[in-house]
């Protein structure tokens, strides 16, 4: 008995979810209605529980009547979490795999989607330095968070990340002395202003926003894993699109093309660091 | 002891001394084993889907890291890749974020148990097995609430205890056993399972 009533409970507890993703899309424009549930919710909750709300349909209430409440939604559903070169072995392929590629073109357009606060851009800034590239190219960082955004404008980051960051570095390949690279100020490392000289931060919804045009490499990590199949397909589309014929794709460890709508259209060129090709030849 | 047996999934969390017990549990588990397994282990960030490959090598089980949107299926065990939490979806599929630390950890024992206890209800069995902190304790917690079975391995037995005695002290565990009892419940209830099927054919 008690079990069919926690049944009840879930399900009024869906509905309700499903008509707060509906009111937030309706009003703020922001579409969280094909990410996956379990994590949404999970999120969700934890703030109506921090709030001591009793239901969702109270949060949907606040979320639509108080001003600037919705900006605590965004930064709960936007998991903003990244480091400068995670998994180091995916930016020691990007450097022996892609860049060599890359230099070949007289003029290299990379873009960043989901870049949180830009300390995976900064991570390739220092390694297109370093290859001698970074003057002939023109990075796009973009996010949907414009918080987030601000802060990698920036490129301050908290000192006592340096020391992950350098290991990071350093098993990324990196062939000079972390610690060129920024200034350390009190409790902040300050990256170097040229890091950031062909960098544009800019604000773009990947589920609503449209294509880039003519870009040699695409960087979305971790961001895939939040939507259902659905909303990835259309995003992997948006990707295939803006790539010239034989650019690259580098996802999250854990994302895939296998078994989406574009893998006919891209080769694999490290399956284990998830970088993809688009082939020359179109099928 | 008597079970109403309605099982189709077992999540399990363990931390230090985890990956002896597994081994030992993954080895004797039968053939066809008709349950679906998820495991979160803590490990260290770069652990590179060592352990999966391990014990899918002495397992009749197929043993793989999770990937993400990936359906579950009987005699399949998933475990959590390092770095990332480890959620299950109302489809059965399986969804992985890399939100921040629960308790200092990810995977988090408690993220997965928390979301599968919701959407396995009573079909569910949670196990807390050796480790070092009490991660997965309010998992259990959950888990019990939506009535699923609750186990944990004996303190007594386990090569680090705080985990085992975190999680008994929620007074929400339903058996404490040992690792040859908990194996020998689980075989006896994928038996079960092909039983009932029989019968019904
Ligand atoms: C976990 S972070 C990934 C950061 C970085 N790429 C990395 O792998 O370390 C995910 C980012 O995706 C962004 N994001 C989520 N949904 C988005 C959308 N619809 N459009 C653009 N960015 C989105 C979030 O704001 C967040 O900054």
Same mark, same amino acid.
């Given at each position: 008995?008690?079990?069919?009533?926690?049944?009840?409970?879930?399900?009024?507890?869906?509905?309700?979810?499903?008509?707060?993703?509906?009111?937030?899309?309706?009003?703020?424009?922001?579409?969280?209605?094909?990410?996956?549930?379990?994590?949404?919710?999970?999120?969700?909750?934890?703030?109506?529980?921090?709030?001591?709300?009793?239901?969702?349909?109270?949060?949907?209430?606040?979320?639509?009547?108080?001003?600037?409440?919705?900006?605590?939604?965004?930064?709960?559903?936007?998991?903003?979490?990244?480091?400068?070169?995670?998994?180091?072995?995916?930016?020691?392929?990007?450097?022996?795999?892609?860049?060599?590629?890359?230099?070949?073109?007289?003029?290299?357009?990379?873009?960043?989607?989901?870049?949180?606060?830009?300390?995976?851009?900064?991570?390739?800034?220092?390694?297109?330095?370093?290859?001698?590239?970074?003057?002939?190219?023109?990075?796009?960082?973009?996010?949907?968070?414009?918080?987030?955004?601000?802060?990698?404008?920036?490129?301050?980051?908290?000192?006592?990340?340096?020391?992950?960051?350098?290991?990071?570095?350093?098993?990324?390949?990196?062939?000079?002395?972390?610690?060129?690279?920024?200034?350390?100020?009190?409790?902040?490392?300050?990256?170097?202003?040229?890091?950031?000289?062909?960098?544009?931060?800019?604000?773009?919804?990947?589920?609503?926003?449209?294509?880039?045009?003519?870009?040699?490499?695409?960087?979305?990590?971790?961001?895939?894993?939040?939507?259902?199949?659905?909303?990835?397909?259309?995003?992997?589309?948006?990707?295939?699109?803006?790539?010239?014929?034989?650019?690259?794709?580098?996802?999250?460890?854990?994302?895939?093309?296998?078994?989406?709508?574009?893998?006919?259209?891209?080769?694999?060129?490290?399956?284990?660091?998830?970088?993809?090709?688009?082939?020359?030849?179109?099928? | 002891?008597?079970?109403?047996?309605?099982?189709?999934?077992?999540?399990?969390?363990?931390?230090?001394?985890?990956?002896?017990?597994?081994?030992?549990?993954?080895?004797?588990?039968?053939?066809?084993?008709? $349950?679906?397994?998820?495991?979160?282990?803590?490990?260290?960030?770069?652990?590179?889907?060592?352990?999966?490959?391990? $014990?899918?090598?002495?397992?009749?089980?197929?043993?793989?890291?999770?990937?993400?949107?990936?359906?579950?299926?009987?005699?399949?065990?998933?475990?959590?890749?390092?770095?990332?939490?480890? $959620?299950?979806?109302?489809?059965?599929? $399986?969804?992985?974020?890399?939100?921040?630390?629960?308790?200092?950890?990810?995977?988090?024992?408690?993220?997965?148990?928390?979301?599968?206890?919701?959407?396995?209800?009573?079909?569910?069995?949670?196990?807390?097995?050796?480790?070092?902190?009490?991660?997965?304790?309010?998992?259990?917690?959950?888990?019990?609430?939506?009535?699923?079975?609750?186990?944990?391995?004996?303190?007594?037995?386990?090569?680090?205890?705080?985990?085992?005695?975190?999680?008994?002290?929620?007074?929400?565990?339903?058996?404490?056993?040992?690792?040859?009892?908990?194996?020998?419940?689980?075989?006896?209830?994928?038996?079960?399972?092909?039983?009932?099927?029989?019968?019904?054919?």
């Amino acid at each position: 008995m008690e079990q069919t009533e926690h049944q009840n409970e879930i399900q009024t507890e869906d509905i309700e979810l499903e008509l707060l993703l509906e009111a937030i899309f309706k009003k703020f424009g922001y579409d969280f209605r094909d990410y996956n549930k379990a994590h949404v919710k999970r999120r969700i909750l934890q703030r109506k529980q921090s709030l001591g709300l009793r239901s969702l349909s109270d949060l949907q209430h606040k979320t639509l009547h108080e001003k600037g409440f919705i900006d605590v939604l965004l930064r709960d559903l936007s998991i903003n979490v990244t480091e400068m070169y995670r998994d180091p072995s995916f930016y020691a392929a990007m450097r022996n795999e892609v860049l060599p590629i890359l230099k070949t073109y007289p003029y290299i357009k990379i873009w960043h989607a989901g870049c949180a606060t830009g300390e995976e851009v900064y991570s390739f800034a220092i390694m297109l330095k370093e290859e001698g590239l970074y003057h002939r190219t023109q990075i796009y960082a973009t996010d949907f968070n414009p918080v987030v955004l601000e802060t990698a404008r920036k490129g301050i980051y908290p000192i006592s990340k340096i020391k992950e960051f350098t290991a990071n570095y350093q098993q990324a390949g990196g062939t000079h002395s972390f610690s060129e690279y920024y200034l350390a100020k009190y409790d902040s490392a300050i990256l170097n202003q040229n890091l950031r000289e062909n960098i544009v931060f800019a604000e773009h919804n990947l589920v609503t926003d449209s294509v880039f045009a003519e870009v040699h490499l695409i960087v979305c990590r971790n961001v895939l894993i939040y939507f259902n199949k659905t909303l990835q397909n259309r995003v992997l589309q948006i990707f295939s699109e803006s790539l010239i014929k034989g650019g690259y794709l580098g996802l999250g460890s854990k994302e895939n093309i296998m078994f989406t709508d574009i893998y006919p259209f891209f080769e694999t060129l490290d399956s284990k660091n998830k970088i993809y090709k688009k082939k020359v030849h179109l099928p | 002891m008597e079970l109403n047996n309605t099982y189709k999934v077992i999540v399990i969390g363990t931390s230090a001394g985890g990956l002896k017990v597994l081994k030992e549990l993954f080895a004797a588990l039968t053939p066809n084993f008709t $349950l679906s397994v998820l495991v979160v282990q803590h490990l260290s960030p770069q652990s590179d889907g060592f352990m999966a490959h391990y $014990l899918n090598k002495l397992s009749h089980l197929t043993i793989k890291e999770a990937d993400a949107g990936e359906l579950l299926l009987p005699n399949h065990a998933y475990i959590a890749p390092a770095n990332y939490h480890l $959620l299950v979806e109302k489809d059965h599929s $399986l969804s992985l974020s890399v939100s921040e630390k629960v308790s200092y950890a990810r995977p988090s024992i408690d993220v997965l148990f928390e979301s599968a206890a919701e959407v396995f209800l009573d079909q569910l069995i949670g196990i807390v097995l050796t480790g070092a902190n009490d991660d997965g304790a309010k998992g259990l917690i959950n888990i019990h609430q939506f009535g699923g079975l609750t186990i944990v391995q004996d303190p007594a037995e386990a090569e680090v205890s705080a985990m085992p005695l975190a999680a008994i002290q929620t007074g929400k565990v339903d058996h404490v056993l040992g690792m040859s009892e908990i194996i020998k419940l689980l075989n006896t209830l994928s038996e079960q399972n092909h039983l009932g099927k029989q019968r019904s054919i």
